[in-house]
């Protein structure tokens, strides 16, 4: 069973698209997180959900929009996308009330905007 | 902002020897976390060390964390080439909710 799932794992899109990418984590944790990497592997986080709601919006361009259905799932919209927004997006979870602050990240999405 | 620093950025190594990475960060922390990213992949996280705790051991793995330097260290011992990967710390805020701040890596190369 996998923790935490993000699909699509490959994503390639032409400028100007809109595109989503779906997470889901099966662990019952209450705070999600959307994270990017960049070509020099450094991440960063973009949004932080918990319960549902938005805790946590990094210097992101509105273009970006998370949506959180239920605390299961956090997925992520992207309008007009530019050449800029190729990364690696990663879906991740925990559950920092428990006491410790360990992260579950899913595999990965490699968006690439031609 | 990035809090974590990694150091060295990359590390070649002969299986069988010790690899040390080190990080260094900026701000007041709750713990310090090390993950490992293999190419292509995920992060999957190794071990976690708090703030009030000075050594942790994981199997081949050992942890250190200096409070006063803002830096901490992660030795892998008798590396082994499924060891090759980049390796991140990441720091959880004192307060608030536990977001990770992660450093740029070290991408660790373990030949046979």
């Known amino acids: 069973d996998t923790a935490v799932s993000q699909t699509p794992k490959y994503l390639v899109t032409q400028m100007g698209n809109d595109k989503s990418i779906k997470c889901e984590q099966n662990?019952?944790?209450?705070?999600m997180y959307w994270y990017k990497q960049d070509s020099k592997k450094f991440l960063k986080i973009m949004f932080s959900?918990?319960?549902?709601?938005?805790?946590i919006n990094e210097t992101v361009p509105n273009r970006f929009s998370p949506k959180s259905p239920d605390k299961a799932h956090l997925n992520l919209h992207i309008n007009s996308l530019e050449l800029g927004d190729s990364a690696v997006y990663f879906c991740?979870?925990?559950?920092?009330?428990?006491?410790?602050?360990?992260?579950?990240f899913g595999q990965g999405t490699r968006l690439t905007v031609v | 902002s990035q809090q974590g620093e990694e150091d060295p950025q990359a590390l070649s190594i002969q299986e069988g020897e010790n690899a040390t990475m080190n990080c260094s960060y900026k701000?007041?922390?709750?713990?310090l976390q090390w993950y490992r990213q293999n190419s292509g992949r995920g992060l999957v996280h190794l071990i976690l060390?708090?703030?009030?705790?000075r050594e942790k051991h994981s199997g081949r793995l050992r942890v250190t964390l200096d409070t006063s330097k803002k830096s901490s260290s992660l030795l892998i011992t008798a590396s082994r080439a499924a060891d090759t990967a980049s390796y991140f710390c990441?720091?959880?805020?004192?307060?608030?909710?536990?977001?990770?701040?992660f450093g740029k890596g070290t991408m660790l190369l373990v030949s046979p």
């Open positions: 990441a720091t959880a805020p004192l307060t608030g909710y536990s977001t990770l701040t």
């Open positions: 991740a979870s925990s559950q920092p009330n428990r006491g410790y602050t360990e992260a579950f």
């Open positions: 959900y918990n319960n549902k709601e938005l805790i």
């Open positions: 662990l019952g944790h209450d705070t």
């Open positions: 060390i708090r703030s009030n705790e």
């Open positions: 701000t007041s922390i709750n713990n």
